[in-house]
């Protein structure tokens, strides 16, 4: 028997860009199901003993993104968890097909204004210790939106509105949608 009217839901995956809120909506959406919270990155950085610049450092994208999806493969296979996905996990294929057939994936997608707005301090984001900003989110997301639109079932805009509102107004979505119960 159930012990919440929310475990008969699969698991919850957000994808979107950096500075997206995917590390906040999350928390605030696995406290509302009453379910584990899991960000891949600080998975990746948990089991390496090592933060991600210095992991882009030494193995370059291409190991980070290795990582990355042994650890999406590892996190997906289990059950009643909401997972944050790195800004760039979409890129790789296996991951896109691991969170699509394994879960409800929601995109948060967020302008790159307010991605800039939320990422300019944070040295701990590679791709973006560039002499522009601002050009590199542009480029990111223009290769990443047709990723993100694809292996989602739903996208919210997060431009508006506090985190706790955009976890409830996902929750609700999921929950009166009738493809909610992709298995």
């Known amino acids: ?76 296979a289990r059950s009643e968890l909401v997972l944050a996905t790195g800004g760039g996990a979409v890129t790789q294929a296996p991951n896109r097909q691991f969170l699509k057939q394994r879960g409800i994936v929601v995109y948060l997608y967020t302008p ?12 701990n984001r590679p791709l973006l210790q560039v002499e522009n900003p601002e050009q590199k989110l542009r480029e990111l997301l223009e290769i990443r939106d047709p990723l993100y639109r694809e292996v989602a079932h739903y996208i919210i805009e997060t431009n508006q509105g506090a985190a706790r509102d955009l976890a409830q107004k996902i929750l609700t979505l999921i929950v009166q949608a009738p493809q909610a119960q992709v298995k």
């Open 1 to 76: 028997m159930p012990s919440n009217e929310f475990d008969t839901l699969p698991n919850i995956y957000l994808v979107g860009p950096m500075g997206a809120g995917k590390t906040t909506v999350g928390r605030h959406l696995a406290e509302l199901l009453g379910r584990e919270f899991v960000d891949s990155d600080h998975e990746i950085e948990r089991k390496t003993g090592a933060a991600i610049p210095w992991i882009f450092e030494k193995e370059g994208e291409l190991g980070f993104r290795g990582r990355e999806t042994a650890v999406i493969d590892e996190l997906t």
């Open 112 to 123: 790159v204004e307010i991605q800039l707005q939320r990422t300019y301090r944070d040295k």
